[in-house]
């Protein structure tokens, strides 16, 4: 083989290694990395039972005083609705003050290193609005949902309880994420359509989303993510990430949602982390959309 027939074939060995490698890496900049689920973020009514005696559990009941001392899970410390949220008017509910939401969870005995589980008697977005503000102060780490929550412990004829425990005051160390907040200018933007990098996702019932929506927001129930009414308990997550998909959530784009009162888009948030996907909560909502008077849309059309 002459000189010059070496020279070529080196040049098109060479040719070869440059194209393998820039066909993989366009193929990497264009498939983004697959979610990964965090089963960590989901505790089954079995779970709860075998570790009820655990030291480092804490188990968070949100919902009224009444409910609570008429029954609730063994061991279960109360946490009401004004403990991690506003009232007022406008909007409705948002985040209290750091300081504020970091004494009312440490005066229920939540630490650093606890294992808290999460359900509400009245409504399951009442648990997840907790979620979601553990998951901004950065502490939601060992946070989970009771899976099916206090129904399937009941339909289970699980004990319950009427005894308070005695409670040690917790020790937290929060590292607040306020990217997880989307304020009322980033969702401006989100429902211009300028921004592709994103997904708007409606978390109330499909006849409040027909009444009056944000412009560009595709209409998912939370409830949707439940097996039944009567097995509460969360889909598969492949079920879950083919719904999402077809709501235009998919890995790569980040899942913003809201509701009236930032609620139900809290559920909404949960699973979204649950399935390994980026996250944020517009919690503002549809109250405080509709009362600035932005613009809205009508009907089954997102736009």
Known sequence: MSKQQHRFLRTARVLVVITTMFTGLVATTQQPAAAKTRPELLVSTQWLADHLSDPKLVIV????????QTAHLPGARLLTADKIA??????????????????NLEAIG????SRVVIYSPDWDPHATRLYFTLDYLGVAGHAALLDGGIKKWNLEKRPMSTDAPTVNKGLLTIHPHPEIVAKMAAVQQLTSGSDSGAVLI??????????????GAAPFFWEKNLVSA???????????????????????????????????????????RYLGYDAAMYDGSYMEWSTTKQPSVRGDSAR
């Open 86 to 103: 506003t009232q007022h008017e406008m909007p409705h509910v948002e985040l209290l003050p750091d300081d504020q939401l970091k004494a």
């Open 110 to 113: 939540i630490s650093n290193d």
């Open 202 to 215: 409606d978390a109330r019932p499909i006849k409040r989303y027909r009444a009056g929506h944000l412009p």
């Open 61 to 68: 009941h949100v919902g009224d005083a009444d409910a609570y």
């Open 230 to 272: 009567e097995d509460p308990v969360l889909k598969s997550p492949e079920e879950l990430r083919k719904m999402y998909a077809a709501a235009g959530a998919i890995p790569g784009k980040k899942i913003v949602s809201y509701c009236e009162i930032g609620l139900q888009a809290s559920y909404t948030y949960f699973i979204a």
